[in-house]
């Protein structure tokens, strides 16, 4: 759902906030992995935005907050801490093509959800995040570096990782073959 | 494989990332370059899949009701201007009341430097050994003394009558302008008079009696000349004097 950069004056944090609940319950779900987690990370956030909505600049994108506010509440919290936050930044690989054969036409012809689901549940947080944030959200790359709280060029560098990894897994499952597909 | 435009630009163009201009010579590019179309294509599979894989979970109708339990209404904007108008006026009235005590102060602290200073002047002229440069009790040779001096003129009272006796006069300043300064004598005490041109500096300074470092003082403006009367002898007696002088001016 779009939310507007700019909230209205009257504005009040309910209509800014509650119509992203699905998708922030979604996002939580995958970060924790864990439904009764998520839930008390859900909450735990709305909390939190409402105590600091007043600080909250208009003008600046509500969404990014929101879930900005989420992943800083999952990150301290026991899952989140067990969690290893993998600083990829020195691997200066040239963005490009992730090898070949291309696995996202083996994917549309022999993968199913579940097998796409099951490589994004085993992938890192951090590259989980950023590619449900890109391709379920549809975050720009600049929403993308105020939720993740990193600067534009790692929103690239990391974007190309998360998907070479996961094309890596995708890969892996396809040749073996056993996954149930 | 896709060659090497595609390979630095594909993904930015496929999230809708690159400039208009970019977006059309990527677009130019695909139509002519198989490699990185088959790659282009892929890849938007590729988003597409995880697109689809990624909606997964959906929150219960328990924990939506107690999320919207917990959140109140109240518009945000309300919020912000009822602050705006308890702390605006207040911050307002802070900084004027600071700002008008600031001037205020250096007002004083001004007037205090004018009155302490006329006060030296007059204490250094009556120790010094020559207190006055034109020794007359004559008004008629004391006045026509300061012409080509100061760049002003002015009238002395006749003193026929009075207790007051004229002992002459010199130029001297304050605040770098030249002025008159006249030596009265009432009884065994020297009185000063300071005659400047009044230039709006010293706008501050109040006018009537005056006290300074123990010495009463009288201060007024008449015909763009500041007069001051500077002794050790009573108010009455500075007063006495003034009225003289501005009855002559």
């Known amino acids: 759902m779009e939310v507007p950069d700019q909230p209205l004056p009257a504005a009040t944090f309910e209509d800014l906030a509650l119509p992203l609940f699905d998708q922030l319950y979604n996002f939580a779900r995958w970060l924790t992995q864990d439904t009764a987690e998520a839930e008390d990370l859900v909450q735990e956030t709305y ?63 022999q993968a199913n959800r579940e097998i796409v689901q099951q490589a994004l549940a085993d992938l890192p947080v951090h590259y989980r995040e950023i590619l449900l944030l890109c391709e379920v959200e549809e975050m720009s790359y600049e929403e993308l570096a105020q939720a993740l709280a990193i600067p534009l060029g790692t929103v690239m560098s990391r974007l190309f990782r998360a998907r070479k990894a996961l094309r890596s897994l995708l890969q892996q499952r396809l040749a073996g073959g056993g996954h149930g597909m | 494989m896709v060659c090497e435009i595609g390979r630095e630009k594909l993904d930015a163009f496929l999230d809708g990332e690159l400039t208009p201009a970019e977006a059309a010579a990527m677009s130019v590019h695909l139509r002519a370059c198989s490699a990185c179309a088959l790659d ?55 900084i004027i009341s600071l700002a008008f005590n600031l001037y205020v102060s250096r007002a004083t602290a001004r007037r205090q430097t004018i009155l302490g200073e006329l006060a030296d002047l007059h204490v250094a002229a009556l120790a010094s050994a020559t207190p006055v440069d034109v020794l007359s009790a004559d008004r008629h040779t004391v006045k026509p003394w300061f012409q080509g001096r100061i760049p002003f003129t002015f009238n002395l009272p006749e003193l026929q009558g009075s207790e007051f006796t004229l002992l002459g006069g010199r130029v001297t300043y304050l605040a770098q302008t030249p002025g008159a300064h006249l030596l009265y004598q009432l009884r065994k005490h020297e009185i000063s ?57």
């Open chain 1, 47 to 109: 909390a939190k935005a409402l105590r600091g909505f007043s600080s909250f600049q208009v003008g600046t994108n509500f969404r990014a907050w929101m879930y900005r506010i989420l992943r800083n509440s999952f990150l301290n919290s026991r899952s989140g801490l067990k969690t290893t936050v993998v600083f990829d930044e020195e691997d200066h690989e040239t963005v490009g093509s992730a090898g070949s054969p291309n696995p996202e036409s083996l994917m549309i012809e």
């Open chain 2, 40 to 94: 282009a294509l892929a890849r938007v599979q590729g988003k597409r899949a995880v697109a689809a894989a990624g909606k997964r979970y959906e929150p219960g109708t328990q924990l939506r009701a107690r999320v919207a339990k917990n959140l109140t209404t109240k518009p945000r904007s309300q919020t912000s201007w009822f602050w705006k108008i308890v702390f605006v006026p207040a911050i307002l009235l802070v």
């Open chain 2, 193 to 249: 008079v300071f005659i400047f041109q009044d230039r709006g500096a010293e706008a501050a300074l109040p006018s009537g009696p005056l006290n300074a470092a123990s010495f009463n003082m009288d201060s007024w403006v008449k015909n763009g000349l500041r007069y001051f009367v500077v002794g050790d002898v009573s108010a009455a007696d500075i007063q006495a004097l003034s009225t003289l002088l501005r009855d002559a001016s």
